[in-house]
């Protein structure tokens, strides 16, 4: 369930972000602060 949730992340947040932005570091970023 938590990687669906991951996924549904990401493209909420590069639709945010904007489709040509690269998003990557941030997501890395996000996913180390709910991991920790």
Same mark, same amino acid.
């Given at each position: 369930? &938590?990687?669906?949730?991951? $996924? !549904? @992340? $990401? *493209?909420?947040?590069? *639709?945010?972000?904007? @489709? !040509?932005? !690269?998003?990557? %570091?941030? +997501?890395? !970023?996000? &996913? +180390?602060? %709910?991991?920790?």
């Amino acid at each position: 369930a &938590k990687m669906g949730m991951m $996924e !549904d @992340f $990401e *493209v909420s947040l590069q *639709v945010l972000r904007g @489709f !040509d932005t !690269d998003i990557s %570091l941030e +997501v890395n !970023d996000i &996913k +180390v602060l %709910l991991l920790s």
